[in-house]
């Protein structure tokens, strides 16, 4: 979980709840051909609307690829309440699916010299901006074949 930054308001939350591969256990090894699933959720303000994004990045440990493999926008709209909340905001991205335009797919084998374990990062930004409304999580290490 990661906590976006509202100064001198409520909290807002960030968080990847579960990645899911079909091919099973373990659950830090992905499998390309079957595909995979990464959802979660953003706790945010209740006054606040504009458009949100979820993208996940991949880190090649040893090589050179390192981009972007998965993007979605999230709609979020405004319903104020006195004293302030929070709307959850559910998210869900799928390999290959929602491979941005652009990226270069993951490849079996992976590009030389580089290995199959990648560090993948959850990457939250509002109205297409890198700003103070952002956050990312540190999905940590996968192998990803």
């Known amino acids: 979980m990661a906590q976006i930054q509202f100064p001198g308001t409520l909290s807002a939350d960030f968080e990847v709840d579960n990645v899911t591969d079909p091919n099973g256990a373990p659950a830090n090894v992905l499998d390309l051909d079957l595909g ?35 993007s979605t926008d999230i709609t979020i709209t405004a319903n104020p309440t006195d004293p302030s909340g929070v709307t959850p905001y559910p998210w869900t991205v799928t390999y290959p699916n929602d491979l941005p335009s652009g990226s270069t797919k993951l490849a079996d084998p992976p590009p030389a010299p580089g290995s199959t374990v ?28």
């Open 36 to 70: 995979f699933a990464v959802s979660g959720h953003i706790d945010f303000p209740n006054w606040l609307a504009g458009k949100g994004n979820v993208s996940i990045y991949a880190d090649q440990r040893g090589g050179g690829y390192d981009q972007k493999i998965l």
């Open 118 to 145: 990648y560090s993948l990062t959850a990457v939250f930004t509002f109205n297409g901006v890198l700003s103070d409304i952002a956050a990312f999580v540190d999905m940590g290490p996968y192998m990803i074949n």
